[in-house]
DNA sequence: AACGCGCCCTGTCCGC
DNA sequence: TGCGGACAGGGCGCGT
């Protein structure tokens, strides 16, 4: 569900209510979230008495920093939100999958209705190796097209699956690899590798203007997304192309086209984004 | 090795 | 009103 902007919002949001403030344990309503060999005895006891130095983000997971040298990494799946316990009473949470109690704080509730989500612990040993599987993040300014070049040009996904992949750009979920495709003018289901440098480079821009159009907005919100304070975002009805099938493109007019790649929706414009390559518009974008 | 598919789970919506 | 099917912002494990 939440995407790298609504994980931004999310962190940011709890950054101020729980940096700083030290676990006294975590109560575990559904195992299932818990990532191997994570048990709930073993996420209450290891997290008991430590303080939560950082909140931040790494790819579309919730990164806690915790002292000792630990990581929390919380995948929010589809459905999943971490909020304050007032935030998931007031509005009405009933899918707490593990709630944190804080010694110096309120509670900390992840909520799930689905429970796609999943809670990883990680020593520095054990985050070497998983910080690995993640790939860069899209809006790292050290992250240059030339890169990503290099890297579409060894696959032969569709490049809206390739988008999708963690372990080569983190954070980009089905919603705005649809609206920065539709942005750069690159059919959903353009084989990776056929991309030219240029088009690379369009992809690039505009996914970061989308990501960070979307961060400022507060994130996309469709039916249950929820800040930490339980607020929702903005974004959803700045969308250009997703979930709007057989709407008029903003740009063009043509009806918006919806087709299912590796089941799992693309939405375009056939005119902007035509599946085979056409001579670029000068000036166009 | 890289890719696509089924599946995990709960809820909503739509057509009959 | 009920029921079945499609679909949902994600990602893992499997077979090919």
Redesign the pocket.
Known sequence: ???LP?VETIARGLAPRFEGRTLAGARVVHA?VLADPLTPRRLASRLKGRRVERIGRH???VLFEIDGGLRMLI?????GRIVSAEAARAAGL??TVVAFAFEDAGDMVFDD????G?VELHDPASWRGRAAEIGPDPLDPALDALRVHAMTR?????IR??L???RRLSGV???YASEALHRARIHPARR?RTLTRAEVADLLRELRAVLQAAIDAR???????LDAEGGS?DYWSRRLVY?REDEPCGRCGTPIR?I??????AYLCPACQPRSRRRRVAGGG
């Open positions: 569900m939440p995407e609504e299932d790819g579309k997971n995948n929010l799946g589809m459905t009933r899918h209705m689905r429970r796609f999943r060894r696959s032969i996904t569709p699956n390739w999708l992949d963690q979920g089905n919603i990776a994130g996309t919100t469709m039916s249950d997304y975002g979930a919806r299912v790649l590796s089941n799992r929706s």
